[in-house]
Nanobody, 125 residues
C-alpha cells in the first residue's frame, strides 16, 4: 500500500511562488509514476502535471505550462511541484497521485491508484 502526503501549500499573492512536496511511504517513489491535480471549490479535479518514474518524461496542462515545474528526488522519496508566477485562478486544493506503472504519463484521475489528502493553495489578487 502506498501512502502519499502533500505539503507546502499556503496563502500567497499573485506573482509569488510556492513549492509543493509529495512524499511517499510504503513504496519507493522511484517505482511510481506521479501526477499533480488541483480542485477549485465547486469544480472538478483537473490535471496539472505528471512525471514518469525517472523524471525524464513530463507533461503539463496548458494553463500551467512555462510556470509550473514537476521534478522528483527519488533519494528523498519525494516529488515536487514548483509553482511560479501564481495567478488567482491557480487557487485550489492540490493533490498528488501515483500509479505503479512506472512509465505512465497520465492526465486522468482514474489512471491513478493512490492519492494524498491534498494541500491548499490560495492566491490573492
Amino acid at each position: 500500500q502506498v501512502q502519499l502526503v502533500e505539503s507546502g501549500g499556503g496563502l500567497v499573492q499573485a506573482g509569488d511562488s510556492l513549492r509543493l512536496s509529495c512524499t511517499a511511504s510504503g513504496r519507493t517513489v522511484s517505482s511510481l509514476s506521479v501526477g499533480w491535480f488541483r480542485q477549485a471549490p465547486g469544480k472538478e479535479r483537473d490535471f496539472v502535471a505528471a512525471t514518469d518514474w525517472s523524471g525524464t518524461a513530463t507533461y503539463y496542462a496548458d494553463s500551467v505550462k512555462g510556470r509550473f515545474t514537476i521534478s522528483r528526488d527519488n533519494a528523498k522519496n519525494t516529488v515536487y511541484l514548483q509553482l511560479n508566477s501564481l495567478k488567482p485562478e491557480d487557487t485550489g486544493v492540490y493533490y498528488c497521485a501515483a500509479n505503479v506503472r512506472q512509465y505512465m504519463i497520465a492526465t486522468t484521475t482514474y489512471s491513478y491508484n493512490y492519492w494524498g489528502p491534498g494541500t491548499q493553495v490560495t492566491v490573492s489578487s
